[in-house]
T-cell receptor, first 113, second 114 residues
Framework: KAGVTQTPRYLIKTRGQQVTLSCSPISGHRSVSWYQQTPGQGLQFLFEYFSETQRNKGNFPGRFSGRQFSNSRSEMNVSTLELGDSALYLC????????????FGPGTRLTVT | AQSVSQHNHHVILSEAASLELGCNYSYGGTVNLFWYVQYPGQHLQLLLKYFSGDPLVKGIKGFEAEFIKSKFSFNLRKPSVQWSDTAEYFCAVTRTKYGNKLVFGAGTILRVKS
């Protein structure tokens, strides 16, 4: 099976812009979670989607949003970008209801200038 | 608030030395425990997991971990490390009622000297 894929892999944006990141989970997986990884804060949970519904949400401002499509692919959107949003954004997929392990994609490296 | 603590941020070992990385979590109830590894330039990979049953779990590449419920701990071990084990190791926890929300520790950077 192909692994989790994320596009684009690298992105440079300017403060105030918005950005959309995409994630394709492993075939058959219904849960997609998003994480932010930074040197200062480490790995932090953004949100999880399961069967097109947001099931869990982390402690991030409303500028961070996501959605999941019927084929389980997911997108996350960040509006009004700030310098502090520069990070590696990781997507993870899981077969479905927990407990299951999550499989991570390579991430999208976002740089905000 | 739930949290996961990893005791060492940096560990340097010589090849063939034994490894133990500590991990503690701060809340009770039913938990699922994971160790992930991030090799240089690669994405996060699952080393091992604990859901229930035998508290001593074995993972890939000779790693094992022991869940001690009374100590809220899930320490990672390997009897003899190799240069290729150089990586960053993350302990993580989920609680069933919170779906797949992984709470990660800060990570431990392991450098193995050849």
């Amino acid at each position: 099976k192909a692994g989790v894929t994320q596009t684009p892999r690298y992105l440079i944006k300017t403060r105030g812009q918005q950005v959309t990141l995409s994630c394709s989970p492993i075939s058959g997986h219904r849960s997609v979670s998003w994480y932010q990884q930074t040197p200062g804060q480490g790995l932090q949970f953004l949100f999880e989607y399961f069967s097109e519904t947001q099931r869990n949400k982390g402690n991030f401002p409303g500028r961070f949003s996501g959605r999941q499509f019927s084929n389980s692919r997911s997108e996350m959107n960040v509006s009004t970008l700030e310098l502090g949003d520069s990070a590696l954004y990781l997507c993870a997929s899981s077969p479905g209801d927990s407990p299951y392990e999550q499989y991570f994609g390579p991430g999208t490296r976002l740089t905000v200038t | 608030a739930q949290s996961v603590s990893q005791h060492n941020h940096h560990v340097i070992l010589s090849e063939a030395a034994s490894l133990e990385l500590g991990c503690n979590y701060s809340y009770g109830g039913t938990v699922n425990l994971f160790w992930y590894v991030q090799y240089p330039g690669q994405h996060l990979q699952l080393l091992l997991k604990y859901f229930s049953g035998d508290p001593l779990v074995k993972g890939i590449k000779g790693f094992e971990a022991e869940f001690i419920k009374s100590k809220f701990s899930f320490n990672l071990r390997k009897p003899s490390v190799q240069w290729s084990d150089t990586a960053e190791y993350f302990c993580a926890v989920t609680r069933t009622k919170y779906g797949n929300k992984l709470v990660f520790g800060a990570g431990t950077i392991l450098r193995v000297k050849s």
